[in-house]
């Protein structure tokens, strides 16, 4: 098969997916591999050539590559995930609003371009989580314990190390914080089966619970199932919290890290291919068992693997 990869630059030196991309390389499949940030980019014809069976997109939240699958998307082309369903993820006030009105355990949500418009949330709101609409990784959340402290510097725009870190920029949500353990539960969607992590929580910064895998609650898996159908998802991630009142729904990602995948590079490939061949559809998804094998994964050398690389 003939695959292109859409992968930004924040991508460029990280196993997933360069492993993967190297996996299906061994294969025998070829693999292009686009840098969306740092390509002159022939869009027009790559596009209308059709010469690739599917593009998988990789980047950033708001990085130029969504555009671009969007693109192969609008003239039939397979795209993995589906190009909807990633911008109906990539943006968290429209997935919150999605999400609730399915009936998915989610938090109220608000919207502000500035975090000091959150100040007239009733202060029985508060703690707040806060966060950029289009954020990713974890970057620039916020627990605001008051409404005063939404007049910190840190929640001005520009704010964080360097600089860096513009929580005042684009569109930011609020949603009053589910109060937990502070390890918060990562579900994984690959290949049609769910595989539960648990992390500390980026809210909760000086605990020290090691990321390992963990049973999968069946109230949490019929949500990670259900989210997979609502947004037309195949390889995705969400993220919980148990709550007093249950499992809530914090955050959902397209193509995330799959860490503690057993096999991940392996599946991740596999799944891919599937639905290349088939076109991108929500499988039936299933809790994983114990780990099982998968075929051998190729180590993984220096650089990009063999293949056209623009």
Wanted: with cysteine.
């Amino acid at each position: 098969m003939k695959l292109c990869f859409l992968v930004e630059e924040q991508y460029r030196h990280d196993g997933m997916p360069l492993d993967v991309i190297r996996q299906l390389t061994a294969w025998g499949h070829q693999v292009d591999v686009v840098w969306p940030g740092r390509s002159l980019i022939p869009i027009s014809e790559a596009i209308q050539a059709g010469s690739h069976d599917a593009w998988v997109l990789k980047t950033v939240s708001g990085g130029p590559g969504l555009t671009l699958l969007e693109a192969a998307a609008s003239v039939g082309l397979t795209t993995v995930n589906d190009a909807r369903a990633i911008r109906g993820v990539r943006d968290k006030a429209l997935a919150a609003v999605i999400a609730r009105s399915q009936g998915l355990p989610v938090p109220v949500t608000y919207a502000a371009s500035r975090a000091q418009e959150f100040a007239a949330i009733p202060a029985s709101e508060f703690p707040l989580v806060v966060k950029p609409a289009d954020g990713s990784s974890g970057r620039a959340v916020r627990l605001v314990a008051t409404p005063e402290e939404l007049m910190a510097p840190a929640l001005e725009p520009g704010a964080g190390p360097g600089g860096a870190d513009p929580v005042g920029e684009g569109m930011l949500i609020a949603q009053p914080y589910v109060a937990n353990s502070g390890t918060d539960l990562k579900v994984y969607c690959v290949g049609g089966e769910l595989y539960a992590t648990e992390r500390c929580s980026p809210l909760h910064p000086g605990r020290t619970v090691p990321e390992r895998r963990v049973p999968l609650p069946a109230d949490v898996a019929r949500i990670v199932s259900r989210i997979g159908a609502v947004f037309g998802l195949d390889l995705y991630g969400v993220d919980i919290v148990l709550g007093p009142d249950g499992p809530i729904v914090v955050d959902i990602n397209d193509f995330p890290s799959f860490r503690q995948v057993p096999d991940a590079v392996a599946r991740v490939a596999d799944a891919i291919l599937h639905l290349a061949r088939t076109g991108a559809g929500v499988p039936e998804t299933v809790a994983a068992s114990s780990p099982t094998s998968a075929r051998t994964l190729v180590p993984a050398g220096s650089g990009v693997p063999a293949g056209h690389v623009r």
